[in-house]
């Protein structure tokens, strides 16, 4: 397998495990607690408890929409944010990515495709000016149903002004692949996340690297 680059006229990207070193930050905040486990390597209970944690949350993805529920529990989860306020979020980049994004845009338009809330997605990408290197940036409920729906997708290459066949979605779950993949675009896996090769391999990756900064190793 592998993509055919001559074909790859724009590129979408998943942010959290694509982008950002959100499973990481998370394994971080969990690691301390399992310290009080005797006899536990705790950096490596932490990664296992947050790969456990995160297979429901993406196996659910498609849910709210299909209860056509996503804006009451966006409306929700923003009431209770309110009410409880929480710390400034301290956002981490996967390495080299930013070099990487800059090098890619001067090449093709490029989108953001995200289950995140869009303020959440627009302050991890202001944080490391990388806001302009997008001609579009679609979040949670920007197109009619979300991620592991083609929808986004379609959006994003209406966008950009491209086909979905041209368009290439990179991200590091099973969901980023199954949108990408009815949508009609070529898909790339990235396992520096949390997806894990056999996963995205059987959900029908067309091709898997260690991590998004190889990108710029299969798109010259």
């Known amino acids: 397998m592998g993509i055919d680059a001559d074909r790859v006229q ?3 990207f998943d942010v959290d495990g694509t982008l950002s070193d959100t499973d990481d930050l998370y394994v971080l905040r969990f690691e301390p607690f399992f310290r009080l486990l005797p ?3 705790s950096y490596a209970a932490a990664r296992r408890f947050v790969m456990w944690a995160e297979a429901p949350g993406n196996a659910l993805m498609g849910l709210p929409d299909t209860l056509g529920l996503d804006d009451e529990l966006l409306g929700l989860w ?3 944010n ?3 306020p929480r710390p400034m979020k301290h956002f981490m980049l996967v390495p080299g990515v930013d070099r990487l994004l800059k090098k890619l845009h001067k090449k093709y338009p490029m989108a953001v495709v995200s289950a995140r809330d869009e303020k959440s997605t627009l302050a991890f990408l202001d944080s490391f000016a990388l806001t ?3 001609e579009v940036i679609v979040t949670a409920l920007t197109a009619e149903h979300t991620k592991p729906y083609p929808d986004p997708v379609l959006y994003a290459a209406r966008a950009m002004g491209v086909k979905p066949r041209n368009c290439l979605m990179i991200g590091d779950t099973t969901v980023d692949i ?5 949508a ?3 898909t790339v896996g990235v396992l520096c996340g949390f997806g894990e090769l056999e ?3 059987r959900s029908g990756a067309d091709e898997l690297l260690e991590t998004t900064t190889d990108l710029g190793r299969i798109l010259k």
């Open 132 to 134: 302009d290197c997008f």
């Open 10 to 12: 724009a590129l979408c």
């Open 39 to 41: 006899g536990t390597d």
């Open 184 to 186: 009609g675009a070529q």
């Open 178 to 182: 199954r949108s990408g993949r009815a």
């Open 199 to 201: 996963e995205l391999w």
């Open 78 to 80: 923003e009431w209770l």
């Open 82 to 84: 309110r009410r409880r």
